[in-house]
Nanobody
Framework: QVHLVESGGGLVQAGGSLRLSCTAS????????MGWFRQAPGKEREFVAN????????DYVDSVKGRFTISRDGAKNTVHLQMNSLKPEDTALYYC?????????????????WGQGTQVTVSS
């Protein structure tokens, strides 16, 4: 069993930055992909970014490319999401997730463990 705890969310003005962190406990997360998803009120959960098990490969949804950066610290079982140039449309509950496979995947169904989420609110 894996337990995930997200932190770093908050209220920020448009153009500002936040850094989300997710720490996993329960077992060492090697050779699995980790990802961030988000869900805005009234909308479906959306893929945001993922990173492969070695940290050498990343993928992003088009709307955050060039603004968000995902990274992971394997030794600390931690994944981060640096979010810059935030926009009001980035407002959502952000979830960290652990994938089932070592290769990157954007499908929520390929992720077995989820955190409780951390709220990000961007004011205009």
């Amino acid at each position: 069993q894996v337990h995930l705890v997200e932190s770093g969310g908050g209220l920020v003005q448009a153009g500002g930055s936040l850094r989300l962190s997710c720490t996993a406990s329960g077992r060492t997360l090697n050779r699995v992909v980790m990802g961030w998803f988000r869900q805005a009120p009234g909308k479906e959960r959306e893929f945001v970014a993922n990173i492969n098990w070695s940290g050498s490969g990343t993928d992003y949804v088009d709307s955050v490319k060039g603004r968000f950066t995902i990274s992971r610290d394997g030794a600390k079982n931690t994944v981060h999401l640096q979010m810059n140039s935030l926009k009001p449309e980035d407002t959502a509950l952000y979830y960290c997730a652990v994938g089932r496979y070592y290769f990157p995947t954007n499908a929520a169904n390929d992720y077995d463990y989820w955190g409780q989420g951390t709220q990000v609110t961007v004011s205009s």
